[in-house]
Nanobody
């Protein structure tokens, strides 16, 4: 079993940047595909990005391509989400997730472990 803890959220102006961290304990993160999802009230939790456990390939939702970057530091057992050129519509609670999936990275059910979330608020 793995425990995930997100940090790095906060309030930022549109056009600004934030870096979220997801620290893991209990298991080595490198064995998992890691994903970031976000949730806003009234909407379903949506896929943001993932990094594959198989070959480190990365995948992004169209809405964040070119602005967000996922990375992992296996020595620190941590996954990062670098967010740039933030927009008000990026405002959400961001969750990291871990799973064994090798395909269909957008599928929430493929992730068995979730963090508690961190709030990101982008002001206009």
């Amino acid at each position: 079993q793995v425990q995930l803890v997100e940090s790095g959220g906060g309030l930022v102006r549109a056009g600004g940047s934030l870096r979220l961290s997801c620290a893991a304990s209990g298991r080595t993160l490198s064995r998992y595909t890691m994903g970031w999802f976000r949730h806003t009230p009234g909407k379903e939790r949506e896929f943001v990005t993932a990094i594959s456990r198989i070959d480190g390939s990365t995948y992004y939702a169209d809405s964040v391509k070119g602005r967000f970057t996922i990375s992992r530091d296996n020595t620190k057992n941590t996954v990062y989400l670098q967010m740039s050129l933030l927009k008000p519509e990026d405002t959400a609670v961001y969750y990291c997730a871990a799973g064994y999936l090798g395909v269909d990275f957008e599928r929430r059910s493929g992730y068995g472990y979730w963090g508690q979330g961190t709030q990101v608020t982008v002001s206009s």
